[in-house]
């Protein structure tokens, strides 16, 4: 079973993009910390971007239901019936992850059509929000192994 952190579309421009919403940290930093939080107990966890919809179907396919999934649809969170679907069909646990507080932006924004399959949502934490639900994923990962 691993942890895996993947991230959607644009998300490869943090650091540069919108600092205002999304900070100035770049993913290869946030990517560091949450896998060296992972990697501090143990645990393997892998992270991985893309801009294509097709390749985010297809990594969680591969999933398996002892895997857990820590997951930034960018906004594909918002329009995404085929990422919500996938999610069911392998049940994998999944936390949706979003650095900015998509509640407190354009409307549009607010409607999140993954999170009625994800255990829950972080948003507006930031970078933070990663390491957060890396923890809770952790700790759902020892549970799930006693
Ligand atoms: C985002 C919020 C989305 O609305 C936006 O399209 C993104 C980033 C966030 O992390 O705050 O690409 O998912």
Known sequence: ASIWVFHGPNLNLLGLREP???GSRTLAEIN???VATANQVGINAECRQTNHEGDLLDWIQALTCDDFL????????HTSYAIRDAIRAVRVPTI????SNIHAREAFRA??????VCIGQVSGLGADGYVLAMRYAIDYQD????
């Open 20 to 22: 205002e919403h999304y």
């Open 32 to 34: 560091q910390e949450v």
């Open 70 to 77: 820590i997951l930034n649809p960018g906004a594909w969170t």
């Open 96 to 99: 949706e992850v979003h650095l």
């Open 111 to 116: 409607n999140s059509v993954i999170a009625p």
């Open 143 to 146: 549970r799930r192994s006693e």
